[in-house]
């Protein structure tokens, strides 16, 4: 299975700029993410289309599964 973490900010210009991380940890929480996040946000660390990031969207680990063909 493949688990990516998916994180969308809000940037000034209306947008929204998405970063994704493959194999997060297991068991990271909300609060240990929206940290970070916020944190990127507070270093301006986050720049799209010359548009900084303003605050969190969302975050969350989606999971896949390939399953070959017989």
Not at 7 to 20: P, Q, R
Not at 35 to 47: C, F, H, K
Not at 64 to 69: C, D, E, I, P, R
């Amino acid at each position: 299975m493949k688990r990516v973490l998916k994180m969308n900010f809000a940037v000034e210009s209306g947008k929204t700029c998405a970063l994704s991380l493959e194999d997060p940890k297991t068991g990271l929480t909300k609060t240990e993410v929206d940290d970070v996040m916020t944190e990127m946000i507070e270093d301006r660390a986050i720049l799209y289309n010359n548009s900084e990031a303003t605050k969190i969207k969302d975050a969350y680990i989606y999971e896949t599964n390939t399953v070959a063909l017989a």
